[in-house]
T-cell receptor, first 113, second 113 residues
Framework: AQSVTQLDSQVPVFEEAPVELRCNYS??????LFWYVQYPNQGLQLLLK??????LVKGINGFEAEFNKSQTSFHLRKPSVHISDTAEYFC???????????FGSGTKLNVKP | SAVISQKPSRDICQRGTSLTIQCQVD?????MFWYRQQPGQSLTLIAT?????????ESGFVIDKFPISRPNLTFSTLTVSNMSPEDSSIYLC??????????FGSGTRLTVV
């Protein structure tokens, strides 16, 4: 069985500060890992994904994430956030060879001026 | 990547009635997925819809409550039947776009009163 845990439901941060959104997963099989962002009143937009290869993955809007197999984590980072990064962020996994996503509960990032 | 048009974007419905949500994709896709996002919660897969076959429902979801049609490779509908306030959620469709890419629609915000 698979599960995804996002440890922080809300993360307040000041503009231009760094941020890390945490994601841990549990799976009995190998998985692909994703981060999606949901802006208010919009659908999900893919930020980045890890399929294989380098464990440091760079995505859109200056975000990056690092896959840590031993700690079963896939934390999302940005060195300097903007007001426009205010949104909800979802970590998700899909078992390799399957088409089902398992989503975390989401982290609301609130960037303050 | 594919572009998804989902209609309606929002609706307020009376309990006991049904609502049909449409998902139109700008390219042919084999697999389409329907998700539910209940207030304050993450996304849960309702069913997978492949063209030419019956939809496959996840545990806790049944065809009588959430009938799905998939008449061709670019279109699908999800009906929420005999609605109750507990059905108030965001419903999203998603498609697999090759490799491990998935695109989500902007969602339908349903309120049942």
């Amino acid at each position: 069985a698979q599960s995804v845990t996002q440890l922080d439901s809300q993360v307040p941060v000041f503009e231009e500060a760094p941020v890390e959104l945490r994601c841990n997963y549990s799976s009995s099989v190998s998985v692909y890992l994703f981060w999606y962002v949901q802006y208010p009143n919009q659908g999900l937009q893919l930020l980045l994904k890890y399929l294989s290869g380098s464990t440091l993955v760079k995505g859109i809007n200056g975000f990056e994430a690092e896959f840590n197999k031993s700690q079963t984590s896939f934390h999302l980072r940005k060195p300097s956030v903007h007001i426009s990064d205010t949104a909800e962020y979802f970590c998700a996994v899909t078992p390799r060879g399957f088409n089902k996503f398992y989503f975390g509960s989401g982290t609301k990032l609130n960037v303050k001026p | 990547s594919a572009v998804i048009s989902q209609k309606p974007s929002r609706d307020i419905c009376q309990r006991g009635t049904s609502l049909t949500i449409q998902c139109q994709v700008d390219s042919q896709v084999t697999m389409m997925f329907w998700y539910r996002q209940q207030p304050g919660q993450s996304l849960t897969l309702i069913a997978t819809a492949n063209q030419g076959s019956e939809a496959t429902y996840e545990s806790g979801f049944v065809i009588d409550k959430f009938p799905i049609s998939r008449p061709n490779l670019t279109f699908s509908t999800l009906t929420v039947s005999n609605m109750s306030p507990e059905d108030s959620s965001i419903y999203l469709c998603s498609v697999r776009t090759g490799g491990e890419g998935y695109t989500f629609g902007s969602g339908t915000r349903l309120t049942v009163v």
